[in-house]
T-cell receptor, first 119, second 114 residues
Framework: AQKITQTQPGMFVQEKEAVTLDCTYDTSDQSYGLFWYKQPSSGEMIFLIYQGSYDEQNATEGRYSLNFQKARKSANLVISASQLGDSAMYFCAMRELSYSGAGSYQLTFGKGTKLSVIP | EAQVTQNPRYLITVTGKKLTVTCSQNMNHEYMSWYRQDPGLGLRQIYYSMNVEVTDKGDVPEGYKVSRKEKRNFPLILESPSPNQTSLYFC?????????????FGQGTRLTVV
């Protein structure tokens, strides 16, 4: 089973509107972290926001917020007031933090959602 | 400014010619790793390092080597590159257990092996 599922291959949003990008995850660990990254057409991976499994508040970073619903295992990214520069691929990723001595801290990524912002 | 720096950004090489992609971070992170990104396959981890002189294989290590002699540097070595190693490569660094709340990537290296 996939550990990270992003069900929306592509999304369109009108400039200045809000948009939600979906992410569900699968883990049996109690301790884990969830990340969102933006990849513009130039290729770099830009870190947007982080949510820890024990964090009681939803993470926010400027126009980005993470709608974390632990029981449903979902970690949706909300972008408010979309801008043309938000057009990019967006990746959800998870790190399982159970310390096993040789733990890899590997980030497991979803397939991504391509967001297009329409003027 | 916190950053992960990879070089080069673009590289075209021939089969069998050894190459090194450098990676350096300025955040004093313990954990560093290399990923490759391929269409339809997403990002896959090649190697990782928990600290100086501690490295281990990720999911796709064949054809690659790494070393971690200093905390800030984690080069990726392709001793005999082949066309199936044509890909977009990322170096990443992050704080370690138990926090691990940051994970930053370098700008990426587009490698073409002909």
């Amino acid at each position: 089973a996939q550990k990270i599922t992003q069900t929306q291959p592509g999304m369109f949003v009108q400039e200045k509107e809000a948009v939600t990008l979906d992410c569900t995850y699968d883990t049996s660990d109690q301790s884990y972290g969830l990340f969102w990254y933006k990849q513009p057409s130039s290729g770099e991976m830009i870190f947007l926001i982080y949510q820890g499994s024990y964090d009681e508040q939803n993470a926010t970073e400027g126009r980005y917020s993470l709608n974390f619903q632990k029981a449903r295992k979902s970690a949706n990214l909300v972008i408010s007031a979309s801008q043309l520069g938000d057009s990019a691929m967006y990746f959800c990723a998870m790190r399982e933090l159970s310390y096993s001595g040789a733990g890899s801290y590997q980030l497991t990524f979803g397939k991504g959602t391509k967001l297009s912002v329409i003027p | 400014e916190a950053q992960v720096t990879q070089n080069p950004r673009y590289l075209i090489t021939v089969t069998g010619k050894k190459l090194t992609v450098t990676c350096s971070q300025n955040m004093n992170h313990e954990y560093m790793s290399w990923y490759r990104q391929d269409p339809g396959l997403g990002l896959r981890q090649i190697y990782y390092s928990m600290n100086v002189e501690v490295t281990d294989k990720g999911d796709v290590p064949e054809g690659y080597k790494v070393s971690r002699k200093e905390k800030r540097n984690f080069p990726l070595i392709l001793e005999s590159p082949s066309p199936n190693q044509t890909s977009l490569y990322f170096c990443a660094s992050s704080s370690g257990w138990p926090t691990a709340t940051e994970a930053f990537f370098g700008q990426g290296t587009r490698l073409t092996v002909v």
